[in-house]
């Protein structure tokens, strides 16, 4: 991967991880949507530290 595509990869991540957080703030998901938004935040912050450990 190079420094472009890498640059790109981080911020596709933190924007994920961004609206992920704005969607739960909003209080106005169901409980399971919550939850499932929940598990995908773990795993994009999860691929996100690992690819900065990898930098």
Partial sequence: MNEETGTDTERHLREALRHLG???DD???R???SVALEEVSN???SVLR???GNK
């Fill in 50 to 52: 690992e690819y900065e």
């Fill in 22 to 24: 704005e969607a739960q």
């Fill in 27 to 29: 209080d106005d998901l």
């Fill in 43 to 45: 795993t994009v912050s």
């Fill in 31 to 33: 409980k399971t949507h």
